[in-house]
């Protein structure tokens, strides 16, 4: 930035004296003549228009640019914008089965914190008998070498984020929990797209990340840590503001959206809230983050354990196809 501005004052000064200089040069031409000097000089006052008008373009090109800049890298910021949509946030499923490097980048930024296998069974690639995969080993290091990531060490084993990521959720158990969830979420049904906390900023209500399917459905996810499971004001609040916002969530994507609640609460606790708090029916599904767990991966869309608030009784999110 700083050698742009430098580049524009130089180019500002050398040529604004050039037009001066012209202007001089046919200031003593005239004087040379006899003419009137003093007479304002036609070619030079067009100079100093055109002239005038090439720097007023080049600024405004140059604040239009940063400002396309800025939609590309940051939206999803607090502004928001329908450039989330097609964003490279977005993973879609035609790059899945042979994942790039470049691939690993996309997807580290809808994850929050993640283990090594979490990458490997977002692509479902194939793996050893031990469980292991070649290429997530090479590419996760390589990637922390060039910055594209960051790694720590997490009860004994590597856990990797982007360094953005790492800035918004410093809470590594909490970013672990998030990323579970959405890939067993993804395995069920591997289509979509895929939306990161930061693309909903500005609608009123940030969960966790969002799916939105072909069919034109969204399941939008909010996990509640064992605290915010504990306070019940809170998590009311966060319902209460669903229901205000979900109709610029949808408008935004462009979806109908279906609200998941998984807290990381005791089961009874979740029906109980449910049962207690007004307003929990469509488009709200509440469960706790045990019995989530407990359904085998790739399952989670189509098991039952999602209490809806109109009757208190557990329902699949789809229809078993």
């Not at 994942?99 to 930024?109: F, L």
């Not at 050893?128 to 960051?150: A, D, Q």
Request: charged share 30%; hydrophobic share 40%.
């Amino acid at each position: 930035m700083r050698g742009i501005t430098r580049w524009f004052v130089e180019t500002w000064s050398e040529e604004k004296d050039l037009v001066r200089r012209v202007a001089d040069y046919r200031v003593e031409t005239r004087k040379a003549r006899g003419e009137d000097a003093d007479r304002r000089d036609s070619v030079a006052c067009a100079l100093y228009v055109l002239y005038g008008g090439w720097v007023m373009a080049a600024l405004i090109a140059a604040i239009l640019w940063l400002i396309l800049l800025w939609r590309v890298c940051y939206s999803g910021g607090e502004r928001g914008g329908v450039t989330q949509l097609f964003s490279t946030r977005s993973y879609v499923r035609d790059a899945m089965y042979t994942p790039s490097e470049q691939d690993y980048i996309r997807v580290s930024q809808v994850f929050h914190w993640a283990q090594a296998r979490h990458f490997i069974e977002f692509f479902q690639v194939e793996t050893s008998k031990g469980g292991r995969h070649k290429k997530t080993e090479k590419v996760l290091p390589r990637l922390v070498r060039k910055k594209e990531l960051i790694a720590v060490r997490y009860k004994h084993k590597l856990v990797y984020s982007s360094p953005k990521r790492a800035s918004e959720q410093p809470k590594i158990a909490h970013g672990l929990a998030v990323t579970e969830a959405l890939v067993r979420l993804w395995t069920a049904r591997r289509e979509g797209e895929i939306f990161a906390e930061r693309d909903f900023k500005g609608l009123g209500s940030v969960p966790e990340f969002g799916i939105r399917y072909g069919n034109g459905r969204m399941i939008v996810v909010e996990l509640s840590t064992a605290d915010n499971g504990r306070r019940v004001g809170l998590l009311r609040r966060k319902t209460a503001r669903y229901q205000e916002s979900l109709a610029q969530i949808e408008e935004r994507f462009g979806a109908t959206c279906l609200v998941l609640f998984i807290m990381d609460t005791p089961r009874a606790k979740v029906e109980r809230f449910v049962a207690e708090t007004p307003d929990t029916g469509d488009p709200f599904y509440f469960t706790d983050w045990q019995a989530f767990l407990n359904v085998p991966s790739g399952k989670q869309l189509v098991a039952p354990i999602y209490i809806w608030g109109e009757d208190g009784q557990c329902y699949r999110l789809v229809e078993e196809e």
